[in-house]
């Protein structure tokens, strides 16, 4: 009997030996839980929420991005670039704040208080804003003039007293290509205002100067004559859009008059329809004997009467010069 009692105390012990170490079991696990498994999980499903919204994101971007392009009959290279530009300007915006806040709420579970952090942020961020303002006035430019269409890669433009090929834009600076070879780079936040030359269409401009005793309107009949039907040429028609204009005598010169030629042209033919324009020119204007004034110098000489002539002796004679004046010695 007294060895059942010993054995049954001895099964009893064991038993609650174990329940104790099962209860601290279950309470070191749950602690374990709420400091290592919960905040983990939690951090996953922070991740993958945050990767799911950059994947969306990036896609609702690049889909309204290939609508703008589509939308054109003909997307050109500078509109495919604008488009790219502007995509990757608001997706790097857009992902920089998924990632911040998933850093920040990531943070957060660990245990960290990002109140200092949030504090600290606003504080650099004021700093930065102070020091460099005129980066941030480049970049909000240079977006404006992106998601304006102010201009483009390839436009022809004036803008600060430089004129040249737009070679490259970005956010925060234009690079201007110059006839001469030189890049020039204008700071966005600089441009003030722009002449683009290249914009949807184009015009060439033809000052032709005849000379006074030439009959003005044979020249603008001749003239006339040339430019009819020019958006029908078979060198020039693919550049022209519209048919030629005559404006009439434009100036009035020292030696010439001067008859305007305008054409409308696509962008970046104007150069091209005037240069072919001047060599057309010359030649109807030389065909039909019109002439084509340069300055020239008229010399008036007239002969000395006798007492003009016996004055001007004596004044060489004593070493001066007709008005009287010191000449040079003899």
Known sequence: MSSLLLLTA?????????????HAMASTLEHVGETTIGPIL?????????????????????????????????????LTLKVNTLSSVVESGGRLTILVLA????????????????????????????????????????????????????????VNGFTGTVEHIS??????????????????GDIRSVQNMTKDWSRAVVDVDIS???????????????????????????????????????????????IRLMVKTRPMEQWKVQRELLRRV?????????????????????SLGGREAQQSAELVAAGLDVNGQAGPPL
Do not use: C, W
């Open 42 to 78: 939690s951090i996953l499903v922070i991740v993958v929420i945050a990767l799911l919204m950059l994947r969306g994101f990036r896609t609702i971007i690049r889909r309204s991005i290939k609508r703008l392009v589509e939308r054109s009959n003909q997307p050109s290279r500078e």
């Open 212 to 258: 006074y005793d030439d009959d003005i309107d044979h020249a603008i009949a001749v003239l006339t004559n040339m430019m009819a039907d020019i958006e029908q040429d078979p060198l020039l028609g693919s550049s022209i859009v519209a048919p030629a204009d005559i404006l009439g005598v434009q100036a009035l010169g020292p030696y010439q008059v001067t």
């Open 10 to 22: 001895f099964f009893t012990s064991r038993a609650e030996r174990a329940i104790v170490h099962s």
């Open 103 to 158: 850093g920040m709420m990531i943070l957060s579970d660990l245990g960290i208080d990002i109140a200092p952090l949030l504090a600290s942020a606003g504080v650099v961020g004021i700093a930065i804003g102070l020091g460099a303002q005129s980066l941030i006035r480049d970049f909000i430019n240079g977006f404006l003039i992106l998601s304006e269409d102010q201009f483009g890669v390839g436009d022809v433009i004036a």
């Open 282 to 302: 010359k030649s109807v204007l030389d065909s039909e004997g019109i002439t084509i004034p340069y300055p020239h110098n008229v010399t008036v000489v007239r």
């Open 171 to 188: 956010l925060r600076r234009t690079g201007i290509r110059g006839g001469d070879g030189s890049m020039t780079i204008v700071p966005n």
